[in-house]
């Protein structure tokens, strides 16, 4: 038996997590391993590329939510990611969960990298996608590379992420202007935007990740797939590199003339990529 199997039409639940009310959307299989989406800066839930959700969605169960203090869930914001992680560890046992696959794409890559470290017997597999490791690269420079394109952004009357998010060739600007429509698929139900105050913690957490010394990676001995663009601005694409060197059991995958936003350009090759990863 198989539930919503379109992002576009999924609706959105909630529940108590420690008092505090959280709010998620569940599509896919009903049965197996979930996959937990974990979400990038600024990000509610109809941030989510509907063509990767429902692409995995087409043969996992797939679970996206706002985090304390985001969207529609309750509750401040934190101010570091291993807080975040917390908090979406909480989130994912008051589902009843005691195993899934995470799916964190930037700053929730960075979520992702704190949940495997500290419960490693709840995370089966990950897959990292436009992220870094803490003390990355280049990862305490988000806030200044965001500000100047969101002003940027603004002035020519176009959504932030189709510069922080793609490169400025052709085809990246084409890609760019899909995935922003795409995001405008979904026309009911729709998630509340993040907070002036909880994008301030985010950008806090972010910058202090950036400055925290290099931790041990090796740590994590889950099976790893490491995906970008070739051309990441945000979070520079070395620190993918990096990852994948740096953990035991990883694969990396770049994709050409892409940047930040690498696996929405590419969502039909990422999606058959992350499905095989998963089911290997």
Wanted: aromatic share 8%.
């Amino acid at each position: 038996m198989t539930v919503t199997t379109s992002y576009e039409n999924a609706p959105t639940r909630t529940i108590d997590v420690g008092g505090t009310t959280f709010a998620y959307r569940r599509l896919g299989q009903d049965t197996g391993i979930p996959v937990i989406f974990l979400n990038h800066l600024s990000a509610v839930m109809d941030n989510w590329d509907p063509r990767v959700v429902d692409g995995i969605a087409a043969q996992r169960r797939v679970i996206t939510f706002d985090n304390r203090g985001i969207g529609a869930s309750q509750g401040k914001a934190p101010r570091t990611v291993e807080a975040m992680a917390r908090d979406a560890i909480a989130f994912i046992r008051a589902l009843g969960h005691d195993q899934v696959d995470l799916l964190g794409f930037s700053l929730g890559g960075f979520v992702a990298q704190v949940i495997a470290q500290e419960e490693p017997r709840l995370v089966r597999k990950l897959i990292l996608a436009g992220t870094g490791p803490v003390g990355g690269q280049g990862i305490d420079k988000v806030t200044q590379i965001t500000v100047f394109d969101i002003l940027r952004a603004t002035l020519s009357f176009k959504d932030p992420k189709e510069y922080l998010f793609f490169t400025r060739t052709a085809a990246g600007k084409a890609a760019a202007r899909q995935f922003v429509n795409r995001l405008k698929e979904r026309t009911t139900d729709r998630d509340k935007p993040i907070s002036v105050t909880a994008f301030r913690n985010q950008l806090k957490a972010i910058h202090a990740w950036g400055r925290q010394e290099p931790a041990d990676l090796a740590v994590i001995h889950h099976p790893v797939l490491v995906a970008n663009g070739e051309h990441d601005r945000m979070v520079p694409s070395i620190n993918s590199t990096g990852l994948a060197r740096r953990l035991p059991n990883a694969r990396l995958t770049l994709y050409p003339d892409a940047g930040h936003g690498g696996i929405f350009q590419y969502h039909d090759r990422f999606v058959g990529e992350a499905l095989d990863f998963l089911d290997s």
